[in-house]
Nanobody, 121 residues
Framework: QVQLVESGGGLVQPGESLRLSCAAS????????MGWYRQAPGKQRELVAT???????NYADSVKGRFTISRDNAKKTVYLQMNSLKPEDTAVYYC???????????????WGQGTQVTVSS
């Protein structure tokens, strides 16, 4: 099994920055894609950004140019640097990892518990 622990959420004013982190642990054989999703009240969960194990990235149009996703494979950690935050970025942010556990053949999806990001003046 794989466990994900997120950190870095909080309350900030519009225009400010936050950095989210998500560390994977457990019986991990390999990690493929890593990413961040978010869910605002009354809305469906949506993709924010993803990064493959080849460092290819993909962003939602709403965050392009403001958010940057990165990963540290040695630390099994994915980051989301969020700049120029807007009130519409307010949501619970979830870490997502596609990983293969030791003793298994196929990779599976894993989700973090979520971290609240609130952007308000």
């Amino acid at each position: 099994q794989v466990q994900l622990v997120e950190s870095g959420g909080g309350l900030v004013q519009p225009g400010e920055s936050l950095r989210l982190s998500c560390a994977a642990s457990g019986r991990i054989f390999s990690i493929n894609a890593m990413g961040w999703y978010r869910q605002a009240p009354g809305k469906q969960r949506e993709l924010v950004a993803t990064i493959t194990n080849g460092e290819s990235t993909n962003y939602a149009d709403s965050v392009k140019g403001r958010f940057t996703i990165s990963r540290d494979n040695a630390k099994k950690t994915v980051y989301l640097q969020m700049n120029s935050l807007k009130p519409e970025d307010t949501a619970v942010y979830y870490c997502h990892v596609v990983a293969r556990s030791l003793g298994t053949v196929w990779a599976s999806d894993y989700w973090g518990q979520g971290t609240q990001v609130t952007v308000s003046s």
